[in-house]
């Protein structure tokens, strides 16, 4: 176990740091020079443009470059926006929170709706539950997330004005007390919508098959011929056994599922990481690309980290020879 | 072929015929079974693999897949109950009390994710209540010889007999009065096997409760079983006192049988001595299923199936037209 | 011969797959569009017109966008670039996966152990956030973002292959082969590789889904060339406009949805075909 858990940790801190790496080179090594981006498309007069270069340590050999870079990145420094001339960690920690506020719960929401289902698909041996989970699957896989919430944004915004299309509160009277959380719920209701819709494609998939296998694994038996009523097996032995592939899953899908909520949150403008991504994007803002880049993949990282570590505990068997990936 | 012992009669099955019926095709698993286990009764069922012992076994628990396995004929009754016709809920007043079942393999079939404890836990909170469990349990695993340490651990981290003695617990914390044990100790190494048998002896005799002991170990079987069933191609062919069968055997598989035991065991429960293979099950059989490897089969034989005809003391009985009468008087 | 009764099986196989069947026909027609399409429209497809923003329904049958361009035409533009960007790139990404998973697979020992190493690095990199960064960085262009999706992509196909060419390696014939003499690299091309390949172009068929996918999200986040119709910059302008023209949002992205949905369906019921293990 403390083997397994080193192996894992080995790796994780080896994988981070080739993320540097490549966060680094993404901004050195592509065409679309940085200073340029800089000092705007106005032709600079060249000592400006030299002491920029220097400024920012350009002139630096390419190993001197990468070294520094890591060095800062050990302290915490990521650079400065080129737009807000805010430090980029900063940036990013202040958005992470709000992207997560709509992330984890739809996360949640998903696992929950589409284990039920595919317990209840297992257990009824129902064709029709099953061909809905397989639909959701694949159309989950199938359409554009973000085309997903223009729709809910055309239906329920614009044609029926049920719900704000856009933001996280309304501006003029957010109210406070119940009527705050009530507004945020409402701003909420659309972007969980889609992104739910998203993850539950990932979720439904795995949890079918998993649950299916499971429900025909030898111990459901045993459990059975205990007298068990058939919900208890199904809930306690097939659901236990059968929910540690779909942890596994969204563990290793955080890139997967942080992808969707960027794209979720343009749509919707919440605002987010993906908000400040986009704005990053249309400025070429490149140390907030590169370090929402390094932020994010780290944070993979940690997800598939924390997935390995707790698959462990779910699991007491814990098949290290299986590499951790199921 | 009623059993020979009288009194209340824990299990009684009569002329079963079950299949397996899937994608338009159909396996007939067991054709025509009939056997009976008294309270307190000892009773063996021997055949080799795919003679549809375990099918037996499963299908008296309602453990076979549903939609799948159809009994299309014959009855099953459990403490006098009819239970051929149950389905959905109506097995949980059968499954554990009165009848409970230990499997071959107990490492798949127990639940690798739930300790020990909580899974003999589960089988006293049905039968007994939450209160019980944690004296209960203890009980259990005193009962099964193990160290209440175990109740701790997970399946994976005992040992094959271990392990079989922990399916035991739970199947006796739902206080049965019949255990079926299919192949109770096929995976088991001898010393091991040795041991859990005479565990199994211990057992009935401090709980009195009747055993069903399902292996292709003739071995096994004479020294646990005060009456044995020979099961061939889905057919019981032969029953009575276990010595009875075993020493005079009437049934030319069963002598097959006997003999082989004697000689050589194959390592994949199969035995070397009888010639042919067994019959295939797509179809029922009209005939004895054992024309095809029988050396004394005769035209009578060709005819019509024979039925279970007296072959000796003590309700020894054969399906076999060897031992018909007219077939002695025309010899 | 075998080759080509293996072919027919399969074509046997999928006419029994209804929804195999029905989605092959419709990338087949999606093909004939994105070759004929813009050859048969009335006029030139990007003519700005007279009449911006014409809900459907009339003249131009899908309405008209912000520079009264017709949505029918630009639907029919952007085929082209969605089919081809997605074709492209699954093709380079299962040649590079296929190749490396071989391999690996092949040669096994440290080789093995140091690609399958390289293929997970790449596939925890999230791959999407570092596909904008490179194409936001490096600027927009089809060959780009085909590049891109081929390099971040690649992982998946690698680990099939490499599970298929382990697989079909422990076969019987292949050591009868070996036997004969031939030389390793003619085994692993000639023999392992067709009869591992199955499974790999199933799942390359999920990874033009995937590709398209990508493509339509990049040219929705305006990383897209102005120069270029596609489905993701129509989503893209259609952001723009939906309190007042929702079509210009709803058809782009029923035909990403349509589209992607047949080649996954496609790949599907592909997997199931050609899979090892169903030798029905």
């Known amino acids: 176990m403390a083997r397994y858990i080193g192996a894992r940790l080995t790796w994780a801190a080896a994988m981070v740091l080739g993320i540097a790496i490549v966060a680094f080179l993404i901004t050195h090594l592509l065409p679309g ?44 420094n990521l650079g400065f926006s080129f737009l807000s001339r805010q430090p980029v960690l900063s940036l990013v920690l202040a958005r992470a929170g709000t992207t997560l506020l709509l992330m984890v719960p739809s996360l949640i929401l998903a696992s929950l709706i589409g284990v039920a289902m595919a317990v209840r698909a297992a257990a009824s041996h129902g064709r029709m539950l099953d061909s809905a989970l397989t639909a959701v699957s694949l159309i989950g896989y199938s359409i554009p997330v973000f085309w997903l919430g223009q729709i809910l944004v055309v239906i329920f915004a614009v044609n029926l004005g049920w719900l704000p299309a856009e933001g996280i509160r309304s501006l003029r009277e957010p109210g406070s007390g119940i009527g705050a959380v009530l507004d945020f719920l ?16 990932v979720v439904a998939r795995v949890a079918r098959s998993s649950m299916v296998e499971m429900l025909h694994q030898d111990f459901v038996l045993t459990a059975r011929a205990k007298g068990l009523s058939e919900r208890a097996v199904l809930w306690r032995h097939v659901l236990r056994n059968g929910l540690i592939p779909v942890i596994t899953v969204i563990g290793y899908n ?24 986009v704005t990053a994007i249309a400025n070429r803002d490149y140390p907030v690309l590169s370090g929402i880049f390094l932020l994010a993949a780290i944070a993979v990282v940690l997800a598939n980290l924390a997935t390995d570590l707790l698959y462990a505990a779910v699991d007491p068997r814990v098949r290290i020879a299986a590499g951790g990936r199921a | 072929m009623t059993g020979a012992a009288g009194g209340g009669a824990i299990l009684e099955v009569h002329a079963l015929h079950v299949t397996y019926e899937s994608a338009g095709r159909a396996v007939h698993a067991v054709q025509d079974a009939s056997l009976s286990v008294a309270e307190g009764e000892a009773v063996g069922i021997a055949g080799e693999s795919g003679c549809g012992k375990s099918t037996l076994a499963r299908v008296l628990l309602g453990l076979v897949p549903a939609g799948i396995a159809h009994i299309r004929n014959g009855r099953i009754a459990i403490g006098g109950v009819d239970v051929t016709g149950f389905a959905g809920r109506d ?24 300790r020990v404890g909580d899974q003999i836990g589960e089988a006293v909170r049905r039968h007994d209540s939450a209160a019980a469990v944690p004296a209960r349990s203890a009980e259990l695993v005193d009962l099964v010889r193990l160290q209440r340490s175990v109740l701790r651990r997970y399946p994976h981290e005992l040992s094959g007999g271990m392990r079989q003695r922990v399916m035991l617990a739970i199947a006796l914390g739902c206080r049965p009065r019949l255990l079926v044990a299919d192949e109770p100790t096929t995976a088991l190494d001898a010393t091991t096997e040795a041991e859990i048998l005479a565990l199994l002896r211990e057992l009935r005799r401090e709980l009195g409760m009747a055993m069903l002991l ?27 006192a276990t010595a009875e069968v075993l020493s005079r055997p009437a049934h030319p598989y069963t002598r097959g049988l006997a003999g082989a035991a004697r000689l050589a065991r194959l390592p994949d429960g199969h035995f070397a001595m009888i010639g042919g293979d067994v019959p295939r099950l797509e179809r029922p059989a009209r005939l004895c299923p054992f024309l095809s490897r029988c050396d004394a089969a005769m035209a009578r034989c060709r005819e019509a199936m024979p039925p279970a005809l007296p072959a000796g003391a003590n309700g020894h009985q054969a399906r076999c037209w060897l031992i018909a009468p007219a077939h002695r008087e025309a010899i | 011969m075998m080759r080509r009764s293996a072919a027919w099986s399969w074509l046997a196989g999928l006419v029994q797959r209804p929804a195999g069947i029905g989605s092959a026909l419709f990338i087949l027609l999606l093909l004939v569009v994105a070759l004929l399409g813009p050859a048969v429209l009335p006029r030139h497809p990007l003519a700005l017109g007279d009449q911006p923003m014409l809900p459907p329904g009339g003249a131009y049958f899908l309405g008209t966008d912000d520079l009264g361009r017709s949505v029918v035409a630009e639907l029919i533009l952007g085929v082209r670039v969605s089919l081809a960007v997605g ?20 040669v096994g020992g440290l080789i093995d152990t140091v690609l399958m190493r390289i293929a997970e690095f790449f596939q925890v990199m999230p791959t999407f956030i570092l596909a904008v960064a490179i194409i936001a960085l490096a600027g927009p262009g089809l060959t780009r973002v085909i590049a891109v999706i081929a390099l971040l992509s690649w992982p998946q196909t690698a680990r099939l292959a490499r599970g298929e060419v382990l697989r079909v390696g422990q076969l019987d014939f292949i ?43 990049l040219g929705y986040l305006g990383l897209s060339s102005p120069a270029i119709v596609s489905w993701g910059r129509m989503l893209s302008v259609g952001q723009r406009y939906l309190f007042s023209a929702w079509w210009l949002s709803v058809f782009p992205g029923l035909a990403i949805l349509a589209t992607v949905l047949a080649f996954n369906l496609l790949g599907d019921a592909l997997a199931d075909l050609l899979s090892p293990r169903s030798t029905t």
């Open chain 1, 254 to 277: 955080f890139g997967y599922s942080l992808t969707g909520a960027i794209l979720t949150e343009t749509v919707f403008a919440w605002p987010g990481l993906g908000e400040l991504f």
């Open chain 1, 33 to 76: 020079n940085p200073v340029d981006a800089l000092v705007g498309d106005f032709p600079a007069p060249p000592e400006y443009v030299s002491k920029v270069r220097h400024l920012f340590g350009l002139d630096q050999p390419l190993p001197v470059q990468l070294w520094l870079y890591l060095v800062n990145m050990a302290r915490g």
């Open chain 3, 175 to 217: 050591a009868a082969v070996r036997s004969l003499g031939i030389p390793e690299w003619r085994i692993l091309l000639g023999e392992v590789i067709p009869n591992a390949i199955g499974p790999v172009i199933a799942l390359g068929m999920l990874i033009v889904g995937y590709a398209i996918l990508l493509e339509a999200s």
């Open chain 2, 214 to 240: 399902i292996s292709h170990d003739l071995g096994v079987l004479r020294w646990n079983c005060d009456r044995i069933y020979i099961m061939y191609a889905g057919h019981t062919v032969e029953s009575g």
């Open chain 2, 91 to 114: 097995w949980e007043q059968v499954r554990g009390q009165p009848v409970a079942i230990v499997f071959q393999d107990p490492l798949s079939f127990l639940n690798p994710v739930m």
């Open chain 3, 87 to 106: 074709i492209v790139a699954a093709l380079a990404t299962t040649v590079v996966g296929l190749l490396v998973g071989a391999i690996a697979g092949y």
């Open chain 1, 186 to 201: 409402r701003h909420f209701a659309l972007p969980a919508f889609c992104i739910t819709v998203y993850y539950l494609a």
